[in-house]
């Protein structure tokens, strides 16, 4: 069983930064890696960034260059720092983890870009 906590979303304003952090519980991060995806308004979930176990990332092509996924293993934290926000940015984000067949999904943060 895996508990993720998001916070760190609200209201920027376009071209500003925020930084999302996911506090997990319950497992060790470093051993599976994570994702953020996040939802807008009326469209599907989508993928947004991933690091591995092996600290290899992954980005969305939308968001290269202005955000950064990292960790801390000993908090047992994962993070997401977005600058270069972008009104099209706003959704709400979700931390998510795979531990074999199953998994798990924090509650979600909304961050919201004012143009």
């Known amino acids: 069983q895996v508990q993720l906590v998001e916070s760190g979303g609200g209201l920027v304003q376009a071209g500003g930064s925020v930084r999302l952090s996911c506090a997990a519980s319950?497992?060790?991060?470093?051993?599976?890696?994570v994702n953020w995806f996040r939802q807008a308004p009326g469209k599907e979930r989508e993928f947004v960034a991933a690091?591995?176990?092996?600290?290899?990332?992954y980005y969305v092509d939308s968001v290269k260059g202005r955000f950064t996924i990292s960790g801390d293993n000993a908090k047992n934290m994962a993070y997401l720092q977005m600058n270069g926000q972008k009104p099209e940015d706003t959704a709400v984000y979700y931390c998510?983890?795979?531990?074999?067949?199953?998994?798990?999904w924090g509650q979600g943060t909304q961050v919201t870009v004012s143009a």
């Open positions: 998510h983890v795979e531990v074999g067949s199953l998994r798990y």
């Open positions: 319950g497992r060790t991060l470093n051993s599976y890696g």
């Open positions: 690091i591995g176990w092996n600290d290899i990332t």
